[in-house]
């Protein structure tokens, strides 16, 4: 289902970036499940640049089960950036939630006016994908910005809709990355480094979706996946515990 989106990311950040792979943690970049009524695969793609220090996708195949893209790019810690976050879920075609947006490293008024105001003309194009939905694992006060792209919506509306709306964010993304500055003080530098490390913990500590590749991959799969591959600078409850 959204193999259309996966390929336009790929070619896009391919003319715009000279990419180069980033490596997975073995045995990471696929699985494939027989659980259940449907045969899952789960494949991920990671790569850099000078400008991205991270880009990752990830696509879960569940035939008409479940389709699933979630991405995230990080910035170079020489740029203070927001990260670019996306998630879209399918559910047998009919239950369909996206989410998209720049996600904001810090709230204060002067960082949101430089990177998240541009993104409002923007968002208004897409009044039907900005819904007033509840947040029951993330706080929307912290690491998402005004012009979350936020909705249930039905299959149709994703091919069309969305797949418009997930190109304009991606260009506008482009774009401020090509724009900005690059940083040079050691302490900005280190605070950006730092803001995006609390976002890897605060994002596994949350992250709903380590149930459901849980339910397909096994929880011990489901758990280095989570900390070796989406969010790798966060630690381990236990770890922390301990």
Not at 24 to 50: D, F, H, K, M, N
Not at 154 to 176: G, H, I, N, S
Not at 223 to 239: G, M, S, Y
């Amino acid at each position: 289902m959204y193999t259309p989106f996966l390929q336009y990311l790929e070619t896009l950040l391919n003319q715009r970036f000279s990419l180069s792979p980033r490596p997975i943690p073995e045995g990471l970049e696929r699985c494939v499940s027989e659980r259940g009524r449907c045969p899952a695969t789960i494949q991920s793609w990671c790569y850099q640049c000078p400008e991205l220090r991270k880009i990752r996708y990830t696509y879960i195949d569940a035939g008409e089960t479940s389709q699933i893209l979630n991405s995230v790019i990080y910035p170079s810690h020489h740029f203070d950036a927001p990260l670019l976050g996306v998630d879209f879920l399918s559910f047998g075609k009919v239950k369909n939630l996206i989410v998209m947006d720049f996600q904001p490293l810090f709230q204060d008024e002067e960082y949101l006016k430089k990177y998240i105001y541009p993104l409002q003309s923007l968002h208004e194009r897409y009044p039907d994908l900005c819904q007033d939905l509840e947040m029951k694992f993330y706080d929307a006060n912290q690491y998402f910005s005004k012009y979350l792209l936020f909705a249930k919506t039905d299959a149709k509306t994703v091919e069309t809709r969305v797949f418009e709306a997930f190109k304009d964010y991606l260009q506008l993304y482009c774009q401020l990355i090509d724009d900005a500055k690059s940083l040079t003080e050691p302490h900005d530098i280190q605070r950006v480094a730092q803001a995006q490390k609390n976002y890897d913990q605060y994002s596994a500590e949350r992250d709903p979706a380590s149930g459901l590749f849980g339910s397909y991959f096994g929880h011990d799969w489901s758990e280095r996946f989570l900390h070796e591959f989406l969010f790798e600078d966060a630690v381990p409850l236990a770890a922390t515990v301990g």
